[in-house]
Nanobody, 114 residues
Framework: QVHLVESGGGLVQPGGSLRLSCATS????????MKWSRQAPGKEREWVAT????????NYADSVMGRFTISRDNAKNTVYLQMNILKPEDTAVYYC???????WGQGTHVTVSS
């Protein structure tokens, strides 16, 4: 059974940083692309970043390009999202997912506020 658990969210001031983690189990992690998405209050869920399997190529939404970095540790079956220069508009619940398996975690809350 596929299991995804996000962690690392919290309250941070504008300009600050957080690193989110998504620990996975139940599938061969290294063989699958992974994505981070987010859902702000009152808005639809939006894609944030993707990392492929194999070489680990990355893609980012324009809104986070240059500030966020997605990475993966295949030995730990974990995907990360390093978030820098956070803005109030980054406030959301952040989710990791495995697109090919249509599996999602429960999300972790990020609040950017002074």
């Amino acid at each position: 059974q596929v299991h995804l658990v996000e962690s690392g969210g919290g309250l941070v001031q504008p300009g600050g940083s957080l690193r989110l983690s998504c620990a996975t189990s139940g599938f061969t992690f290294k063989n699958y692309a992974m994505k981070w998405s987010r859902q702000a209050p009152g808005k639809e869920r939006e894609w944030v970043a993707t990392i492929t399997s194999g070489p680990g190529s990355t893609n980012y939404a324009d809104s986070v390009m240059g500030r966020f970095t997605i990475s993966r540790d295949n030995a730990k079956n974990t995907v990360y999202l390093q978030m820098n220069i956070l803005k109030p508009e980054d406030t959301a619940v952040y989710y990791c997912n495995v697109p090919r398996l249509n599996s999602w975690g429960q999300g972790t809350h990020v609040t950017v506020s002074s």
